[in-house]
Each structure stands twice: as structure tokens, then as C-alpha cells.
């Protein structure tokens, strides 16, 4: 008999739920951006890392910041590792723009081994 195939998801324990964690990101300033989102990190309290996700109203109603939030966890889920670890990720993506699961995975792999590098470039230090 086949195996029943495992679910699809994005364990919880991989993901920036409360608002202190979110504050934390924002003030260590840790930040880079392409085309499609800007990414904001700050050193993780785990080993690995952790995503959260910053979707504003001016990104479009309710369907389109959903569907975003959806591509995004799917890219992060695809790419969590071969991302740096122990680093806390928060995605803002940025309006206007539509892109597709692949341009997203491309970008956040991109954008997260940027900032590693340049955090590894400043051991130790906050970055002003």
C-alpha cells in the first residue's frame, strides 16, 4: 500500500506570531530589497530560521494581500533550507506588483544570503 504523502505545510514553530517578535526585527534594521519585497532580519532566538510577514493595506483588499501571504509561506516553505540559519525573517512585499512563486523563491533566497553576508561582515555589531 502507498504511503499517504506528508502534508504541505508550514510548521508553526517556523513562524513569527507574536508582536514583540515582529519589534524585534523592525528595530535591528536589517534590511534588503528587490523588486518584489524587502526583507528585514534580525538574529533568531532559535537555530533556525523563522518567517513573518508584513502585508499593508495599500498592497490591494483582502484577496490580493491573502494570496501574497500564500505565496510567500509556499516560497519560504520551498526554500527554508538552503536559507542562513538562525535568522528571523520578515517579508514586506511591495505594491503594485504580482509576482509569481518562482520570482519569489528566487528573491528570498537572494535577499537572505545578502543578509548574511553582510551580517557576517559585521560580527557582533548592531548596525546603524
Known amino acids: 500500500m502507498p504511503s499517504q504523502p506528508q502534508p504541505a505545510t508550514l510548521p508553526r514553530q517556523l513562524r513569527l506570531r507574536k508582536r514583540a517578535s515582529f519589534q524585534r526585527v523592525f528595530r535591528y534594521r536589517l534590511t534588503a530589497s ?3 519585497m524587502t526583507l ?5 532566538e532559535q537555530s533556525y530560521t523563522r518567517l513573518g510577514i508584513a502585508v499593508g493595506r ?3 483588499n483582502a484577496v490580493r494581500r491573502n494570496r501574497i501571504k500564500r505565496l510567500i509561506r509556499e516560497a519560504f516553505r520551498h526554500t527554508r533550507h538552503t536559507l542562513p540559519p538562525g535568522l528571523d525573517l520578515v517579508v514586506l ?4 506588483n504580482q509576482p509569481q512563486a518562482h520570482e519569489l523563491k528566487q528573491s528570498l533566497y ?4 545578502r543578509i548574511a553576508k553582510r551580517r557576517s561582515h559585521t560580527p ?3 548596525p546603524d
Request: charged share 20%; proline share 14%; hydrophobic share 30%.
Open 124 to 126: 557582533g555589531s548592531h
Open 110 to 113: 537572494g535577499l537572505a544570503h
Open 40 to 44: 528585514r532580519a534580525a538574529p533568531g
Open 34 to 36: 528587490d523588486r518584489w
Open 93 to 96: 512585499p511591495r505594491p503594485g
Open 58 to 60: 495599500a498592497f490591494g
